[in-house]
């Protein structure tokens, strides 16, 4: 499992960062962190994924346009990963420099709550942010983050002894 089981109860929310620029990834990881939020950052949709699976997050935050697998491709499959573990939903909003009717219209039928165009105003961000993660922390609080990712530890093991 991934350090998840090291963030404190002062820490607000478990946010992902999904985006292939590394540059974007850092300075969302940093601004997130320094907003008090425990954040993981993966550089693509299948490390995404992987990582979704390893961990409960509240928020995971995603860019459309990358190598390999898309964004809604991306969210689509961590939604349904978590709802056959039986785990809550994490919430989504979308990242991206590429906003069109059409990628708007995917990514809200998928549930994602807001959809930022980059660059954007970090204020804005983390008022987005906020807005985003307080009603998820009552359904999910972090005390409960950590049962699910034990939960999430031992469907990965047995998933593994399957496998052998």
């Excluded at 573990?85 to 990628?103: L, P």
């Excluded at 804005?124 to 942010?129: G, Y």
């Excluded at 993660?133 to 409960?144: D, G, I, N, R, Y």
Aim: with cysteine; charged share 30%; net charge neutral.
């Amino acid at each position: 499992m991934i350090g998840l089981s090291t963030a404190t109860e002062v820490e607000k929310a478990y946010i992902l960062v999904i985006d292939d620029d590394p540059l974007v990834a850092r300075s969302l990881r940093k601004v997130l962190e320094g907003g008090g939020y425990f954040v993981d950052v993966a550089m693509n949709g299948h490390e995404g994924i992987r990582k979704a699976k390893s961990g409960f997050f509240h928020l995971v935050l995603c860019d459309l346009k990358m190598p390999g697998l898309d964004g809604i491709m991306t969210m689509k499959h961590i939604q349904e990963f978590q709802e056959k573990a039986g785990i809550g939903q994490s919430g989504f909003i979308v990242i991206t420099a590429y906003d069109t009717d059409e990628h708007r219209k995917s990514a809200f039928q998928l549930g994602v709550t807001d959809f930022l165009q980059k660059p954007f105003d970090l204020t804005k961000f983390l008022e987005v942010i906020e807005h985003s993660v307080t009603p998820l922390l009552k359904e999910v609080p972090v005390t409960e983050v950590k049962r699910l990712n034990r939960r999430l530890d031992r469907l990965l093991k047995m998933r593994t002894i399957d496998k052998d």
